[in-house]
């Protein structure tokens, strides 16, 4: 780790769909929470039949959340710090998206 968090302070939330590319997520967890982020993963139904979510909860050292509850989860993190004021805010998309 070379000591430089330019993320410590920001949550971010990894959602991960039905996408092969979800075999790289893993990395990318460890990535950002190297730069200091609190990252808590979200995953469809899809994306465990390609990951387990307990890779992701050890990757986040954070519960992955598999579905919406009575908690209302997708609110919650949407409101967080009050500096995203969108799912298109906070989203990060794979080249293959574009």
């Known amino acids: 780790m070379n000591g430089v968090q330019t993320l ?15 075999v790289e ?5 460890h990535s950002l929470r190297r730069c200091g982020a609190v990252v808590q993963p ?7 039949c390609i990951i387990q979510p307990d890779a992701l909860t050890y990757a986040s050292g954070r519960e992955t959340i598999t579905r919406l509850s009575g908690w209302v989860e ?3 993190y949407l409101r967080g710090g009050g500096e995203c004021r969108s799912f298109t805010d906070c989203s990060l998309h794979s080249k293959h998206d574009q």
């Open 74 to 76: 997708h609110i919650t």
């Open 8 to 22: 410590a302070g920001k949550q971010i939330v990894v959602a991960v769909t039905g996408s092969i590319a979800a």
């Open 25 to 29: 997520v893993v990395k990318l967890i």
């Open 42 to 48: 979200v995953m469809s139904h899809a994306a465990s």
